[in-house]
């Protein structure tokens, strides 16, 4: 198979027109036309079905975009490795993580990788945990790192961290000076959760249930600190890493529910099972490992 007719066409799968993927690889329209009229004769199979308005791919299409990103993913790889011969003094590293991990946690690793490897192009896509696994899987990320449960077959899953969670009220809530609560008045109260999707949702609605707290009123937000600001607010109660709360509680705009259990969750990395790391993820990770 030709490599670089594959990339043409690959272009025109991911840009949705030929026009648009002739921008993006700098040649004219007419050869990336012919670039993928020479790709399916190679291959003796239509790949596109080509509209008045708009190209749809086939399913042999589909099947062979996906191919084709986890063989330009193996070639970066490779790029990537030939890099770091030179001590990684160039080159590029995204990052997933889902919201509180890219908030949080992630800048100080940042910083610490970029003080050593300053030469390193790094880019921190946050989104919910559902969300980065989809980006994982579609390999547009070098190393990943989220706070649920992950069930695709072709993601490997380490434990990295732990974080605690805890009940947040506004400091001028009346359950805010209360030295004792019980799981049924928790339950009446208006609960600030993140919206499907999200690692945090998941585990807050676990642990909830499992202390005997029964949910019924929710305001969504889509954002850690969409929740914080609402709970500060007066809007409801939320359960969030202490370390997204910790301004708020030391200005008293927050408090943390008092006899209550300690919750705990695991945070973890996560990769591609059959996709070899780059240098540079391998580096950042093992840093993400080091760190306390």
Not at 18 to 27: E, G, N, W
Not at 171 to 188: I, N, T
Not at 214 to 230: I, M, N, Y
Request: hydrophobic share 45%; aromatic share 4%.
């Amino acid at each position: 198979m030709n490599l670089h007719l594959l990339r043409t066409f690959t272009a025109v799968a991911t840009h949705g027109s030929f026009s648009r993927a002739a921008q993006a690889l700098h040649i004219t329209q007419p050869a990336v036309s012919k670039g993928v009229r020479d790709l399916e004769f190679q291959l003796g199979i239509t790949l596109l079905e080509r509209g008045a308005r708009q190209l749809r791919l086939t399913e042999a299409g589909e099947a062979l975009h996906e191919h084709a990103k986890a063989i330009f993913a193996l070639e970066r790889a490779a790029q990537a490795d030939l890099r770091a011969r030179q001590g990684l003094e160039r080159g590029n590293l995204t990052v997933g993580a889902s919201m509180t991990i890219a908030t949080y946690l992630l800048p100080p690793l940042v910083a610490r990788f970029l003080a050593r490897h300053p030469g390193v192009e790094v880019k921190i896509v946050s989104d919910n945990t559902a969300a980065i696994e989809r980006r994982l899987l579609g390999y547009e990320l070098d190393a990943a790192f989220v706070e649920g449960p992950t069930r695709h077959r072709e993601i490997l899953r380490a434990p990295w961290r732990e974080d605690e969670l805890v009940i947040l009220a506004a400091g001028s809530h009346p359950l805010s000076q209360l030295a004792a609560l019980e799981p049924e008045r928790l339950a009446r109260e208006r609960w600030i959760i993140r919206e499907a999707g999200s690692g945090t949702r998941t585990v807050t609605e676990t642990l909830l249930r499992d202390a005997g707290i029964e949910v019924t009123r929710v305001l969504e937000v889509d954002s850690v600190a969409a929740a914080v600001e609402s709970t500060a607010a007066g809007l409801g109660l939320t359960m969030v890493s202490r370390t997204a709360a910790r301004q708020h509680l030391t200005t008293g705009r927050l408090r943390i529910l008092k006899g209550l259990p300690v919750f705990r969750r695991p945070l973890y990395r996560i990769g591609l099972r059959h996709k070899p790391l780059s240098p540079a993820a391998q580096r950042f990770i093992e840093m993400a490992d080091e760190a306390d």
